[in-house]
Each structure stands twice: as structure tokens, then as C-alpha cells.
């Protein structure tokens, strides 16, 4: 099992910017964050794994950076050029497998064992 536990989010105007972070209970190979607005599916924002694979989604691309600090079992997400739709409870995510098989697109949900409990990210316009 691996605990994670989020924080960083908050409230900020448009054009504003956030770093969130997630610390894990123990080392594993591949992490990720994701977001999920009310009425909506859950959806990948970002991955990074252990040899430095790096997939974004494009509605964050230039404006996202995820990066990890493998000594202390940290995973961040700098938000930069923040949008009203950016607005979601963001999600921290781990697994023990690499993301070659991912191909380059951001990975599903289900592809993950491990979940923190969210942080909550509202931008307004």
C-alpha cells in the first residue's frame, strides 16, 4: 500500500499561479496528477516516471510542470498562466509501472493503484 497526501491548492484570480505537491507513503515508479470538475470524468493532467518520461495533456502544455523529488517521495505540479477552467480537485496518483506503454498519452485513471485524498484548485475569472 502507499499513502499520499496532496496539498498546495487554493483559491487564485485568472493569469494567477499554484505549486502542488503530494508525498507518498514509500518510492514508486510512476506518478501522476489528475483532476476531475463537478459533473465531469476524471481526466490526466500530467505523468512523470522514474527514467524521466514526461506526458502532459494539451490543455496544459507550456503552462504545467510536473517534476518529483525522489529523495523525499515528492511529486509537484507547478501551475503556472492559471484559467477559470483549471478549477477542479486535483488529484495525486502512483503506480508501480512505467509509462512507456502509454505511448506518449496522458494515461487513464484505472491505470493507477494508488490515490491521495484531492486538493481543490478554484481560479476565477
Known amino acids: 500500500q502507499v499513502q499520499l497526501v496532496e496539498s498546495g491548492g487554493g483559491s487564485v484570480q485568472a493569469g494567477g499561479s499554484l505549486r502542488l505537491s503530494c508525498t507518498t507513503s514509500?518510492?514508486?515508479?510512476?506518478m501522476g496528477w489528475f483532476r476531475q470538475a463537478p459533473g465531469q470524468e476524471r481526466e490526466g493532467v500530467a505523468a512523470?516516471?522514474?527514467?524521466?518520461?514526461?506526458i502532459y495533456a494539451d490543455s496544459v502544455k507550456g503552462r504545467f510542470t510536473i517534476s518529483k523529488d525522489t529523495a523525499k517521495n515528492t511529486l509537484y505540479l507547478q501551475m503556472n498562466s492559471l484559467k477559470p477552467e483549471d478549477t477542479a480537485m486535483y488529484y495525486c496518483a502512483a503506480r508501480d509501472i512505467s509509462l512507456a506503454g502509454d505511448f506518449g498519452i496522458v494515461p487513464r485513471p484505472d491505470s493507477f493503484a494508488y490515490w491521495g485524498q484531492g486538493t481543490q484548485v478554484t481560479v476565477s475569472s
Open positions: 512523470i516516471d522514474s527514467v524521466g518520461r514526461l
Open positions: 514509500r518510492y514508486t515508479f510512476t
